[in-house]
């Protein structure tokens, strides 16, 4: 440093002890907070255990509802929450992957736990299956129950040119299914005084998705039902978490390799499950109840929350998806060729 700017420098703190300290002050609160939410992010992550899932019944005769269960992560959590001990419920489409589902559960856990299948297309809107759903539920004592089924867009596409059809499905399955299964489960958890809810959220709802703009919108409400809810429901022994991931391999990512950043969906579950009522990657950011379990998830949202500059990621996003559209269109039109 010059000398002439240091003789100056001591002068103005001679001359003003007041603003001197308190700008001192203000720096080591800034450095204090920010080693406390690294140290807070490393111990959730990758030393501390979370809520045991006996809290919520597991081997006590409980059972788990995971939506989506038949494929990627809803049939982790189903095949991971029936090896800890909880009956399982497993509900989507498609009765053959169900069934293969129960299947293995039963090999897994010796029969040691009971399996049921509700087969509903969450897009339709169907009443009547919704209601049978409610009356299955309601005679189920349900400690864990898996939102997790989810749609996207079929490839990243302009707003203006999404069909509308595949806007109201997303909205139907990431929103409507979610709003609604929790609301048919909820008054026996609050009735038992126990219950576990996760909410299968993703990135795009923490950075907005440019090209799948309704699908990122979708994900988004799930973050903020899932604040409101947790707070409403906190005291009576009730936990509900947003699950903040990124990429997971599996049919919906389109991705077939794992790497650090791209988990099998049993090491994503895993953590998931070993890290109930944490925050993980996303402690202290101002978003209660949602958890960035997995390691490099949860160290690329707390570097996202470290860096901020939220608008170069979603510009990042932006070019990111608009190669991928081509590369999509692109795949399509070789195979058109081949036909
Ligand atoms: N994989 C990722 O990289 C990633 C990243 C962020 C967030 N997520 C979220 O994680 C959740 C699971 O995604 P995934 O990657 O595991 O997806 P996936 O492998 O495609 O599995 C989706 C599951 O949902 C069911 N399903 C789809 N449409 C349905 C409908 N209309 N009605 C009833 N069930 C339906 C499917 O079963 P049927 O076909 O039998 O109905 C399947 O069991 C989603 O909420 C997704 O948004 C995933």
Known sequence: ????????????????????????????????????????????????????????????????????????????????????????????????????????IAAKTKSAVETRIYLIDFAQDDKSKYEGLKVLLQHLDVGVLVNNVGKSHTMPTYFAETEEQENADIVAINVNATIRVTHAVLPGMIQRKRGLILNLGSFAGLVPSPMLATYSGTKAFLATFTSALAEEVRSQGIVVQHLNTYFVVSKMSNIRRTSALVPTPASYVHACLSKIGFSGGAALTGRPGTLTAFWTHAVVDYAMHVIGWKSRFITYTHSLHKDIRKRALRKLEREAKKV
């Open 1 to 104: 440093m010059d000398a002439a700017l240091k003789i100056w420098l001591l002068d103005q703190v001679n001359n003003c002890p007041w603003p001197c300290t308190l700008l001192l002050f203000l720096g080591a609160l800034t450095f204090a907070r920010f080693t406390f939410k690294t140290l807070v992010v490393f111990l959730q992550t990758f030393i501390l255990p979370g809520t045991s899932l006996k809290k919520f019944g597991a081997k006590k005769g409980a059972w788990a509802v995971v939506t989506g269960a038949s494929d990627g992560i809803g049939r982790e959590f189903a095949i991971q929450l029936g090896s800890s001990g909880f009956n399982i419920l497993l509900v989507a489409r498609n009765s053959k992957m169900l069934n293969d589902v129960a299947a293995e």
